[in-house]
């Protein structure tokens, strides 16, 4: 029987945590397969990613991105994800693409912050103030409960403020950050989620012992950090095979001679594995989150056991 979970039925249900510790575990199975499929049509696109890992099973997560939608009052972006059993191959699961998405993205940040950053880091400051930085905020107050500092900065202050609000009302208080370079030196955990296509966090405000979580640049055309920070940093990836060769933040750096491949220390299949990581307490940790297809199947196993348990 296939199973269909909608984001309204099961959120009330997860954690970040949960989704952290699932991804985690997912890394000590065998490396996945994944691959990609565009379709465009004008401004449309059809994306399709897939993903095999033993053990886990097979999926696709399928999405259509059609701007106009916005003009009929419609979503710009629908989609669907499906699980495959690993060894009958039947579908087990459809689950909406959005829900996956959205619990994917910041738990895969903050396992990287859960291995990567200092374990006694107390300021947190999100640069961008979509949805995505609100989650950010939701998730690193999970995993990091003794955060006793948070700040939202964004292009748009009213979106800031915006987004202020709502998370007080969630009883998480943080403040507007109006000195972004003083903001970023003053701060544990430095993760922005923005749309920026230049560099907006430089190297020298980046304080010794930061951890810095880039998720927004997820084109070859779009940057977070800047040169001499991806230099300066031990760069870490959530996926050496989704992030290398695909994301600005690392194609830039790579083709100006800031950094080269070597100098991405690891992936979370080597640091699941206990391989690579912080060295000391003064180093300036950064991971990218890339994503991939493995990361969908590996939250919706979670979601789907969630599931099953009610």
Known sequence: MTVLIEAGSIEDRLSWSGVADAIEAGHKLPRAEIADVLMQRDDDSYL??????????????????????????????????????????????VLDSALVTRWKTAADSVLGGRILARSEA????????????????????EVFPALEG??????????????????????????????????????????????ASEPIIKGEWVSAGTHVDLVGAFTPHMREADDELMAKACVFVDSRETTLNHIGELIDPIA???????????????????????????????????????????????????????
Not at 128 to 140: C, E, H, I, Q
Not at 181 to 188: F, L, N, T, Y
């Open 48 to 93: 399709s990613r897939s993903a095999h890992i033993d053990g886990l099973g097979f999926a696709t997560k399928s999405v259509t991105v059609v701007p106009s939608n916005t003009g009929r009052g419609l979503p710009a972006i629908h989609g669907a994800m499906m699980v495959f059993d690993d060894v009958e191959g039947r579908v087990e699961a």
């Open 256 to 310: 100006n001679g800031a950094i080269t491949e070597k100098d991405v220390l690891a992936d979370l299949y080597d640091l699941a594995d206990g391989q690579g990581g912080r060295k000391s307490p003064e180093d300036i940790t950064l991971f990218k989150n890339g994503g991939g297809a493995h990361l969908d199947l590996m939250t919706a196993r979670y979601i789907m056991k969630q599931a099953d348990r009610h």
């Open 122 to 141: 107390r300021k947190l400051l999100v640069l961008g103030a979509g949805a995505v930085s609100g989650d950010l905020v939701r998730a690193y107050t």
């Open 150 to 195: 948070i700040e939202i900065w964004n292009r748009t202050p009213d979106r800031a403020v915006a987004l202020v609000l709502e998370l007080a009302e969630e009883g998480i208080a943080v403040a507007i950050c109006d000195d972004l370079a003083e903001s970023v030196r003053g701060s544990d955990i430095v993760a922005a989620a923005t749309m």
